[in-house]
């Protein structure tokens, strides 16, 4: 595990990188981030709904990739960067409203790859979706998608 120093600076870089973008349109907040654990939360919105008016699949895959992405990169700070390979998420009760609260910790972190499970429940602390993220271990990102990565 990286010293708490590099941990904490990681975790800004997240923090602020998150703070835009669609994670930041999805109104995601971290309650906690550290290398064994993730927890963030999102308030249920009209604009996060599918057409029957229930959360849509991709809200779930989204902060399951989210949660999972960030304790990864946590875990292997100062050693890379880390890229999802397979995001396997499975819708377990619909939602209408409140907060979805995500929970994300580890199942195998190795040398070259890690398994993450993020288990997402409703205001009702019933679990709702549950899924895996499994991360590719990489030295950089910077040449994906022929550009320089950006936390």
């Not at 989204?62 to 396997?88: C, K």
């Not at 907060?99 to 499970?117: C, E, F, I, M, S």
Request: net charge negative.
């Amino acid at each position: 595990m990286p010293d708490p120093d590099t941990v904490a600076t990681i975790a800004e870089q997240y923090r602020e990188a998150m703070s835009r973008g669609f994670i930041a349109l999805m109104g995601t907040r971290f309650v906690r981030a550290d290398p064994d654990r993730v927890e963030l939360e999102l308030d249920v919105t009209p604009e996060l709904h599918q057409p029957y008016g229930i959360v849509h699949g991709g809200v779930f895959s989204s902060i399951v990739e989210t949660a999972a992405s960030m304790g990864a990169g946590l875990w292997f700070a100062g050693r890379g960067d880390v890229v999802g390979l397979q995001n396997t998420t499975h819708f377990l009760r619909a939602v209408r409203d409140g907060t979805l609260r995500a929970v994300a910790t580890p199942v195998h972190r190795g040398r070259t790859q890690q398994l993450w499970l993020v288990e997402v429940t409703d205001a009702s602390d019933r679990l709702v979706a549950r899924g895996e993220l499994r991360l590719a271990n990489i030295e950089s990102a910077d040449r994906l998608a022929g550009g320089p990565s950006t936390p």
